[in-house]
T-cell receptor, first 111, second 113 residues
Framework: SQQGEEDPQALSIQEGENATMNCSYKTSINNLQWYRQNSGRGLVHLILIRSNEREKHSGRLRVTLDTSKKSSSLLITASRAADTASYFCATVHTGGFKTIFGAGTRLFVKA | EPEVTQTPSHQVTQMGQEVILRCVPISNHLYFYWYRQILGQKVEFLVSFYNNEISEKSEIFDDQFSVERPDGSNFTLKIRSTKLEDSAMYFC???????????FGPGTRLTVT
């Protein structure tokens, strides 16, 4: 898989349920960021986790990072219909400036 | 809250024409980026810019592309001779430091006819 690949590609859940999205990458990284994109709109920064961090929280978001497995997960708790969007992870490899985005997970939250 | 702005929101141009996309990054940020997203595809890195020079560029960023920070606030992307396949959403982003959050502008939708 390519750097910053998310799975699943699509996820459909009921409002109130939790949504978990995963991201894998290949090279060593400085940090990993998660973004949200509503259809046809810009990218909204959600959370950044640095390579020396293992877990981070922001509101209903929880991000984990496992550098030994080169993977991260984004958990959205108590989902709302407004969380319907595409979610991307993005990595900056160590020593570089280039940010690589995954193909994203499309989340659909049914009211 | 400070934000990255981009103009225009939509640009239509004919093949072979030059276009300049404009961005105003967040004022105290030091690192600037351009990305593109072809409809239905992933966001692709084009170029990063720091200390008034390109710090890294992708294979997409060929001789047809150039970037400039003409003054203390604007950051521009020029496409010298547009092709049909340049049609995409172009996003500008900025960050305070190399390992800090990148904040994205709303994008410019470029349509080449």
């Amino acid at each position: 898989s390519q750097q910053g690949e998310e799975d699943p590609q699509a996820l459909s859940i009921q409002e109130g349920e939790n949504a978990t999205m995963n991201c894998s990458y290949k090279t060593s990284i400085n940090n990993l960021q998660w973004y949200r994109q509503n259809s046809g709109r810009g990218l909204v920064h959600l959370i950044l986790i640095r390579s020396n961090e293992r877990e981070k929280h922001s509101g209903r978001l929880r991000v984990t990072l496992d550098t030994s497995k080169k993977s991260s997960s984004l958990l959205i708790t108590a989902s709302r219909a407004a969380d319907t969007a595409s979610y991307f992870c993005a990595t900056v490899h160590t020593g570089g400036f280039k940010t690589i985005f995954g193909a994203g997970t499309r989340l659909f939250v049914k009211a | 809250e400070p934000e990255v702005t981009q103009t225009p929101s939509h640009q239509v141009t004919q093949m072979g024409q030059e276009v300049i996309l404009r961005c105003v990054p967040i004022s105290n940020h030091l690192y600037f980026y351009w990305y593109r997203q072809i409809l239905g595809q992933k966001v692709e890195f084009l170029v990063s810019f720091y200390n008034n020079e390109i710090s890294e560029k992708s294979e997409i960023f060929d001789d047809q592309f150039s970037v400039e920070r003409p003054d203390g606030s604007n950051f521009t992307l020029k496409i010298r001779s547009t092709k049909l396949e340049d049609s995409a959403m172009y996003f500008c982003a900025s960050s305070l430091g190399l390992v800090d959050e990148q904040y994205f502008g709303p994008g410019t939708r470029l349509t080449v006819t």
